[in-house]
């Protein structure tokens, strides 16, 4: 090799790399650059003095980089084959660099610097502290050069923790082997760390007033912020002994360096690493010494002077540090003051409060919310909680909560001091909102932990603050912040709302803890009648504000319980709201605000009527005639109102307790629904899908679709008869207690198991209405029909498909945030059509899905009910479009089921589930079908008519019907032991739940009654375990992880004892691995389906040859190894294995088949050899310790400096 040739190569390779930074090459050259260097990286075998060539310091910085990227790239994977001499060679000539080869520390590019110390990271990675004993000293040697040297040195101390501790990135014993080593040499590292930062901070402080010496100043503040950041990467994880060695001399220089603006951000980020470790109690006594005089000053001052200079981007990161160190201090404080610890309260406890209470005042936002759960794990505390200091800051801290809830700080405005640092922590308004309403529910955690303490202070406080906001005048803010309905009415941005919503919150949160902790005897009635009675007395017209006044109603409502005379007060108030109007007799459709009012008026009357019924049943008549007189005008309330106080009439009359009243009531109450629904216009209406679509106005054509609309009245006649019947289905019960039951002649008999078996007062009118719900359901169905979609008018095309709120939902794309609260809500006929068929459909199903609960056996029992549903509910279901389809699943199917005893299972269940189990697994099979070969297809084969937020929306609903049906499965078929399924929150859940990454299915999941009811019968047997393994490989991890974990076993188990063809238990155990292909890359997942794979290769490989044959195609497969498990497994007389080196065993049988994350199917593969052990014998000397190695030559010169 002559320089000649290292010369020209490197002159080739100064183009190519010029080539390829300069931004006005062509692709196809930068691409032939690009090509040639890294085929140079690969091949060449001069690597390492063109490497060293281009590292000079003579070159520009990229082609620095890039000489130095050629070293890095030989150290990683030319290392294991490189000889002594030139490993030897590389070595030293990098220590070289460090010493001497680099521009001098300000003026050297950080990414340089970055690629040396990465290389010697590398090295060190692969051959300390066997083979290069003095690595420790040589950086040592180093250092003594200069600020430049030390940071470099720095900057790799830190890089191999990251390495070794952190992100773990070698094999377990060089891991383990340069752990350990670290560990002993830890005394040493850390006091060289702690010398290299106190002397460079000394200097700094010397030089840095005077300007002749400013460069060095400047030289040694970047060695102090170098040691901060890799005493940061130490900190987390060495033994506490270090942290706290020299009476936490550490800790002190830390709190120091907090008041130097050039350093602060560094100390503030080990501080905050060290007082939140955790860790044996006792080890971390001595970090209370951050609670004594020196260490709070400089706590205190540093937060003082950041928050004195406005605000700083710089300076407001330092506080939110700091917020966060005196957070974690408070969690210390909690975990060591304990009835058994000796810790005492500090002395300066009173003085950190204080502190902590300046962060929650704090005009950021962000920083007020950092502070809440550490106030709540302070007013939890067994010991704290009692403490004098505490209780006297209960009401400065309720206090700065009536600030703190109030809604400002929206990063596009500016009327609060809180705007500005907005803009720093949220990137747009929608942002601030969602952060805002956690924080907020947060706070009213903390209130409520606060008024346990002291329930009466926060009474106190709302009290007055409800008397101020009845009495102050109405603030509707400048013009683009008030309403457009009308002169003088708030929106949600106008002051006098923000603060009205903020109290309402606080009166709310307060008042009902106050209610739960103080004896019925202590509770302050009159003062609280004396508020309800200010509340009721107040009138407004704007809308925004009386939804407030109907909730303080609500709040202030249980001492009603006390002073049951003001009842009627109240009621008159709620009935007065329902039907609010802001101008009279208006003909514009009605705003968002002045519905949300009616609603919320409604939903109050039922709230009370359900949690106080005992309270408002002497007041029933009153209740009933208020109804009747709002009901009698049809176009005064919508349907969803009227159904709501029918509701509420339902829940009071529950309480007659006898059977024979509640059913003449209910019959009287459902005579004008019975009327409508059973007229043979109705019937004919409801029984023909063409009758239908005309009756509903969707086969016009319209000529103004915002005012036009004929047909609103026939649609809101079916609306309010479903409405009704749903909510008579939903509300009505018999007593709790068996003797009230009893006694009321709700009781007609025993099961055979001995419970009580009741009857329902509403069974006979609803089951009389039951023929044309179901002949709805069918033509509902049927309209999805393409001859019927056809007839559909023009206006009305798409009346059938999804609203762009259950779009938007399924999207997870956020709601505007305005949702415009004050602009009438003018929509379209169509948008009322979508709208009008969407809750239909539901409904219908929610009424078959509480109609079993609300009825049972009158329900299970009705004759040839099966028959009827599969004809109706399960009719035209191919056309039936998914996001139709998954309501029907959760709202009808899974309760109905839920809800069914035993003995109907033959009759009724079976007969259902089994086609409809067969069908979902046909149509989910070829809806995945279609998504993988989309995915497959490459991006310029895709037809451009679906466009991708339609594909998207597709593939997205596909996931959630998917898990939607595998929980069905689950429900009917898996019981509960140890399984817990969280029904609906979990079916909509997002991808990315935390995953457990180690999961062993429950051993107790056992199949219901139900379950092997099912299994008993071959078709739906088949379809259950088809459905179960092949969804697997569906790309849907949630729905993954879930089957494998709950379903998966169960089923398989139940047919074990069979005889199962050879051919399927193939096919089982390819489906799991085929599902490992998949979803390998998530560690849940993997973990699941590698815990299965192991349950069904040992359960049934002895029985299966067929299973090792399906084992020996896995890539990569190590036969030998596989045989050795093999022989283990099938012979009994061996002793076994403890499960978890049988199931490592068998997971690394099975590697080859386990997908990998795309970012990691192409990357090379990195190997580090392992070095002869560090422990074999007792200590032995350097020279035995490095045996014979591959080369067969001793390795003790290696590396010797």
């Given at each position: 090799m002559s320089a000649e040739q290292v010369s020209s190569l490197c002159e080739q390779l100064v183009k190519a790399v010029t080539v390829i930074m300069d931004p006005a090459s062509t692709q196809r050259y930068r691409l032939e650059a690009l090509k040639f260097c890294e085929e140079f990286k690969e091949k060449c075998p001069i690597c390492v003095?063109?490497?060293?060539?281009?590292?000079?310091?003579?070159?520009?910085?990229?082609?620095?980089?890039?000489?130095?990227?050629?070293?890095?790239?030989?150290?990683?994977?030319?290392?294991?084959?490189?000889?002594?001499?030139?490993?030897?060679?590389?070595?030293?000539?990098?220590?070289?660099?460090?010493?001497?080869?680099?521009?001098?520390?300000?003026?050297?590019?950080?990414?340089?610097?970055?690629?040396?110390?990465?290389?010697?990271?590398?090295?060190?990675?692969?051959?300390?502290?066997?083979?290069?004993?003095?690595?420790?000293?040589?950086?040592?040697?180093?250092?003594?050069?200069?600020?430049?040297?030390?940071?470099?040195?720095?900057?790799?101390?830190?890089?191999?923790?990251?390495?070794?501790?952190?992100?773990?990135?070698?094999?377990?014993?060089?891991?383990?082997?340069?752990?350990?080593?670290?560990?002993q040499n830890m005394e040493k590292i850390f006091s060289f760390l702690l010398t290299t930062l106190q002397q460079n901070v000394n200097k700094y402080r010397r030089m840095k007033t005077d300007l002749a010496q400013e460069p060095k100043a400047q030289a040694n503040c970047r060695v102090g912020v170098a040691a901060l950041n890799t005493l940061a990467g130490y900190i987390d994880w060495v033994a506490l002994s270090h942290i706290t060695a020299d009476n936490c001399k550490l800790l002190e220089m830390l709190?120091?360096?907090?008041?130097?603006?050039?350093?602060?951000?560094?100390?503030?980020?080990?501080?905050?690493?060290?007082?939140?470790?955790?860790?044996?109690?006792?080890?971390?006594?001595?970090?209370?010494?951050?609670?004594?005089?020196?260490?709070?000053?400089?706590?205190?001052?540093?937060?003082?002077?950041?928050?004195?200079?406005?605000?700083?981007?710089?300076?407001?990161?330092?506080?939110?540090?700091?917020?966060?160190?005196?957070?974690?201090?408070?969690?210390?404080?909690?975990?060591?003051?304990?009835?058994?610890?000796?810790?005492?309260t500090p002395a300066n406890f009173g003085k950190y409060l204080d502190s902590f209470l300046a962060f929650t005042t704090h005009p950021s936002q962000f920083l007020r919310s950092s502070t809440q759960i550490t106030w709540g794990a302070l007013f939890r505390h067994e010991v704290l909680s009692r403490d004098h200091l505490l209780l006297a800051m209960i009401p400065k801290y309720l206090r700065a909560s009536m600030t703190n809830l109030v809604k400002v700080g929206f990063p596009s405005k500016t009327d609060s001091p809180s705007c500005e640092y907005s803009r720093f922590d949220f990137d747009s308004d929608e942002d601030f909102n969602a952060f805002f309403n956690s924080f907020r529910a947060q706070q009213g955690e903390v209130m409520r932990m606060a008024c346990r303490l002291d329930p009466r202070t926060g009474f106190q406080m709302a009290g007055e603050w409800l008397k101020y906001q009845l009495t102050a005048p109405v603030d509707t803010g400048p013009m683009n912040s008030c309403s457009k309905t009308g002169e003088g009415l708030c929106s949600i941005f106008s002051p006098s709302f923000v603060q009205w919503d903020a109290m309402t919150f606080f009166s709310e949160s307060v008042i009902s803890q106050m209610f739960r902790t103080l004896d019925k005897d202590e509770i302050p009635v009159n003062d609280g009648i004396d508020l309800l009675q200010l509340v009721l007395n107040f009138e407004t017209k704007d809308p925004l504000i009386l939804s407030c006044v109907l909730t303080n109603v609500s709040a202030l409502f249980p001492f009603v319980t006390y002073r049951p005379e003001y009842l009627p007060q109240v009621l008159s108030k709620l009935f007065a709201s329902v039907t609010f109007e802001v101008i009279e007799e208006s003909k514009a459709p009605r705003t968002r605000a002045v519905k949300n009012v009616r609603r919320h008026a409604c939903s109050s009357i039922i709230k009370m009527c359900r949690d106080y019924p005992h309270l408002v049943l002497p007041n029933f008549e009153m209740l009933y005639n208020h109804v009747k007189q709002l009901l009698s005008n049809e176009l005064l309330l919508t349907q969803m109102e009227k159904c709501a106080l029918m509701e509420a009439l339902v829940l009071i009359s529950n309480q007659f307790k006898d059977y024979e009243r509640q059913k003449a009531f209910l019959e009287e109450l459902m005579a004008p629904v019975a009327g409508l629904w059973l007229s043979p216009e109705m019937q004919r209406v409801l029984s023909d899908p063409e009758a239908f679509i005309s009756y509903v106005g969707a086969d016009n054509k319209i000529a103004d679709p915002v005012l036009e609309d004929p047909s609103g009245l026939n649609r809101s006649r079916i609306s309010f008869c479903v409405y009704t019947i749903l909510g008579?289905?939903?509300?009505?019960?018999?007593?709790?207690?068996?003797?009230?039951?009893?006694?009321?002649?709700?009781?007609?008999?025993y099961m055979p198991s001995g419970s009580p078996i009741y009857r329902n007062p509403c069974t006979e009118q609803v089951l009389k209405l039951l023929d044309n719900l179901l002949a709805l359901i069918r033509t509902h169905n049927n309209l999805y029909m393409p001859e019927m979609v056809a007839r559909l008018g023009e206006t009305f095309a798409k009346a059938l498909d999804m609203l762009e709120?259950?779009?938007?939902?399924?999207?997870?794309?956020?709601?505007?945030?305005?949702?415009?609260?004050?602009?009438?809500?003018?929509?379209?006929?169509?948008?009322?059509?979508?709208?009008?068929?969407?809750?239909?459909?539901?409904?219908?199903?929610?009424?078959?899905g509480n109609a079993g609960p609300s009825m049972q056996q009158d329900f299970y029992t009705v004759e040839g009910l099966a028959t009827q549903l599969l004809s109706s509910a399960f009719i035209n279901l191919n056309n039936i479009p998914d996001y139709r389809l998954r309501p029907m699943l959760r709202v009808f199917v899974k309760p109905l089921v839920l809800s069914c005893p035993s003995e109907y299972y033959e009759t009724l269940v079976c007969p259902m589930l089994g086609p409809l189990f067969t069908y979902l697994h046909v149509r989910l099979s070829q809806k995945w079908q279609v998504i993988n070969q989309r995915s497959m297809l490459c991006e310029d084969d895709a037809a451009d008519d679906n466009p991708e937020s339609q594909e998207m929306l597709e593939e997205q609903l596909v996931r959630l019907l998917t898990r939607e049906v595998m929980d069905l499965i689950t429900v009917c078929c898996v019981s509960k032991k140890g399984v817990e399924h969280n029904t609906t929150a979990a079916v909509d859940g997002d991808d990315d739940e935390a995953m457990a990454t180690e999961v062993t299915p429950p051993a107790s999941a056992e199949l219901t009654e139900l379950g092997k009811c099912l299994m008993k019968q071959e078709d739906v047997c088949t379809a259950l375990l088809i459905t179960a393994y092949t969804s697997l490989s569906w790309k849907d991890t949630l729905s993954c992880q879930r089957t494998t974990t709950q379903l998966c076993w169960p089923l398989l188990k139940q047919v074990l004892p069979g005889n199962l063809l050879p051919d399927a238990v193939s096919w089982f155990f390819t489906s799991v691995l085929k599902g490992l292909?998949?979803?390998?890359?998530?560690?849940?997942?993997?973990?699941?389906?590698?815990?299965?794979?192991?349950?069904?290769?040992?359960?049934?490989?002895?029985?299966?040859?067929?299973?090792?044959?399906?084992?020996?195609?896995?890539?990569?497969?190590?036969?030998?190894?596989?045989?050795?498990?093999?022989s283990k497994l099938l012979n009994p007389t061996l002793q076994k294995v403890a499960d978890k080196r049988r199931k490592d065993h068998f997971k690394r049988l099975i590697t080859g088949c386990i997908g990998k994350p795309l970012g990691e199917q192409f990357r090379k593969e990195v190997h580090i050899r392992n070095l002869p052990s560090l422990f074999k014998k007792v200590k032995p000397s350097l020279e035995t310790d490095v045996l014979e190695n591959e080369d067969g030559e001793g390795l003790t010169a290696l590396f010797e400096p």
């Open positions: 003095p063109c490497g060293l060539k281009l590292a000079e310091k003579t070159q520009t910085a990229i082609v620095r980089h890039f000489g130095l990227q050629i070293l890095e790239h030989v150290v990683k994977f030319r290392w294991n084959n490189m000889p002594r001499l030139e490993k030897v060679y590389l070595k030293n000539n990098v220590m070289g660099l460090i010493s001497s080869g680099t521009q001098s520390i300000l003026e050297e590019e950080s990414h340089i610097k970055d690629v040396l110390s990465r290389i010697v990271v590398e090295m060190i990675k692969r051959e300390w502290p066997q083979h290069w004993p003095d690595m420790l000293k040589e950086l040592d040697t180093l250092s003594k050069q200069g600020e430049t040297q030390t940071e470099l040195v720095m900057f790799i101390l830190l890089r191999l923790a990251e390495d070794v501790v952190t992100f773990q990135t070698l094999p377990t014993q060089r891991r383990r082997d340069i752990q350990q080593t670290l560990t709190c120091l360096l907090l008041n130097e603006p050039e350093l602060q951000i560094g100390a503030a980020e080990c501080l905050l690493i060290a007082v939140s470790r955790k860790g044996k109690l006792e080890d971390r006594k001595p970090l209370m010494v951050l609670f004594g005089d020196v260490a709070m000053h400089y706590i205190l001052s540093a937060a003082q002077t950041a928050d004195g200079e406005g605000l700083v981007e710089k300076h407001y990161v330092f506080l939110k540090r700091l917020c966060q160190v005196l957070c974690a201090l408070g969690s210390q404080l909690c975990a060591l003051l304990g009835s058994d610890s000796d810790v005492e008579v289905v939903k509300r009505a019960r018999w007593p709790a207690a068996t003797e009230e039951a009893k006694a009321g002649g709700f009781l007609v008999g709120v259950e779009k938007n939902a399924i999207l997870g794309l956020p709601q505007p945030l305005l949702e415009l609260y004050d602009s009438p809500v003018y929509k379209t006929v169509l948008e009322r059509m979508q709208g009008f068929f969407c809750t239909l459909y539901d409904n219908c199903f929610h009424i078959l292909q998949t979803h390998g890359q998530h560690d849940g997942c993997m973990a699941a389906l590698v815990h299965l794979a192991f349950q069904i290769y040992e359960a049934l490989r002895p029985r299966y040859a067929e299973l090792k044959a399906v084992m020996e195609q896995i890539p990569d497969i190590q036969r030998d190894s596989l045989e050795q498990f093999d």
